[in-house]
């Protein structure tokens, strides 16, 4: 084998390990998310404590993954190289800013369990059903490299932030009805946005995965639904 051969296929064997690691990250992460939304109907302080604690090896390994990048990049990467190295570097801190979330769900929660429950409690874990399976499904698109499921996911993000809108105003009105209901509908809020900017960074993943394929081609405009910031 040519010296060039064999340089070009250790490049590729890297990216290969770096992908897994990246997608071994995005699954740990997810795991992290849909731990934090039982621990939350489940009141479970214990648990919550654990989660916190393990939201440390996500960013240990969005480190390695970093690092290990930006030796790639250092070899004199081609066109395409250069889109897998950037996708991954905006991937892995996608992946790591969901980590955070999850970990941010899990320390409400504990404060949450001191409060009066409150019935949106439910309504947040629906929010929470339709962003775990946006995260799913991103990261499949990544797996894969599949440029449809990933505009799907695209896609789909205006439900999320229509959810988390109609979440936002039903707590609003319940505040308003009795102020004792102020502290935990305020936690719930902070954690329904804490899961409308995992949606947001799901999407993310999901457009660097277009990037990497179709980086000449512009995204087609995507809507919005968050009127959380609206008087309407």
């Known amino acids: 084998m040519a010296m060039n051969d064999h340089i070009l296929q250790s490049s590729k064997n890297e990216y290969q390990r770096l992908h897994s690691e990246t997608l071994r990250m995005g699954n740990m992460a997810l795991a992290q998310l849909e731990a934090a939304l039982d621990v939350v109907e489940r009141r479970d302080q214990n648990a919550a404590e654990r989660l916190i604690l393990n939201d440390e090896a996500i960013d240990q390994l969005e480190a390695i993954v970093s690092h290990d990048v930006m030796q790639l990049a250092l070899r004199g990467p081609m066109a395409r ?19 955070d979330y999850a970990a ?10 001191f409060a009066t429950p409150v019935p949106h409690v439910s309504s947040l874990r629906s929010l929470g059903k339709l962003v775990v399976l946006q995260f799913r499904d991103a990261l499949d698109s990544y797996r894969d490299n599949d440029i449809e499921k990933a505009i799907a996911v695209r896609d789909n ?24 209901n102020i502290t935990p509908c305020t936690h719930l809020q902070f954690m329904a946005k804490n899961l ?7 999407t993310n993943i999901a457009e660097n995965v277009w990037f990497l394929e179709k980086s000449e081609e512009a995204l087609p405009p995507r809507e919005k639904a968050d009127e959380s910031n609206t008087t309407k």
Request: net charge negative; no cysteine; charged share 35%.
């Open 196 to 202: 409308e900017r995992v949606g947001d960074h799901a």
């Open 81 to 99: 190289d250069l889109r897998e190295i950037l996708a991954t570097i905006r991937i892995a801190a996608d992946i790591e800013r969901i980590g």
């Open 157 to 180: 993000d205006k439900n999320i932030d229509a959810a988390y809108t109609t979440l936002f105003r039903d707590l609003l009105t319940y505040m308003m009805e009795d102020p004792r």
């Open 104 to 113: 941010n769900l899990a320390k409400r929660s504990m404060a949450l369990n």
